[in-house]
């Protein structure tokens, strides 16, 4: 067995992120994403009300994937990942990625996981489940 293979309930370890108005930019430049909530303060609180820049839900699912990715380490292969942005997160905001595994099928040797990003008011604001093969 490898490093990941586990029991249901064992914890993926947590990473912090504090994502900056550079990199709020610079990731949506990436994906072509000019809405105003990402980059313009301005009209992000006073037009769309929202209490800052808004961090991009892409942005999170990508941190899920690292979550995983960082894990498994070469031992193992993301086979699926599934999220969905629930609530918003600003930029400035610390969040955390991580995860635990839900189950384990040894005869296929594959473990679904729990994954999550959770907010500083530890608000699972991005659930989600994957499934890697070790």
């Not at 999550?116 to 608000?123: H, L, Q």
């Given at each position: 067995?490898t490093?990941?293979?586990?029991?249901?309930g064992?914890v993926?370890?947590?990473?912090?992120f504090?994502?900056?108005?550079v990199q709020?930019?610079l990731?949506?430049?990436?994906l072509?994403n000019?809405?105003?909530?990402?980059f313009?303060e301005?009209?992000?609180?006073e037009?769309e009300?929202?209490?800052?820049?808004?961090?991009?839900g892409?942005?999170?699912?990508?941190w899920l994937?690292q979550?995983v990715l960082e894990?498994i380490?070469d031992?193992?292969?993301l086979?699926?990942?599934e999220y969905s942005?629930r609530?918003a997160?600003?930029?400035?905001?610390?969040?955390w990625?991580?995860?635990?595994?839900?189950s384990?099928?040894?005869?296929?040797?594959?473990?679904e996981l729990?994954v999550?990003?959770?907010?500083?008011?530890?608000?699972k604001?991005?659930?989600?489940t994957?499934?890697?093969?070790y």
């Open positions: 067995m490093k990941m293979a586990g029991n249901p064992d993926l370890p947590e990473r912090a504090k994502p900056d108005n709020s930019f990731y949506n430049a990436v072509f000019a809405h105003r909530i990402h313009d301005p009209y992000t609180t037009v009300n929202y209490p800052g820049l808004v961090v991009a892409p942005l999170m699912g990508d994937h979550c894990w380490g031992e193992g292969k086979t699926s990942i942005n609530k997160a600003y930029i400035g905001e610390t969040l990625s991580g995860g635990k595994i839900l384990c099928d040894e005869q296929n040797r594959e473990l729990e999550y990003i959770k907010n500083e008011k530890d608000e604001i991005v659930p989600g994957a499934v890697v093969k």
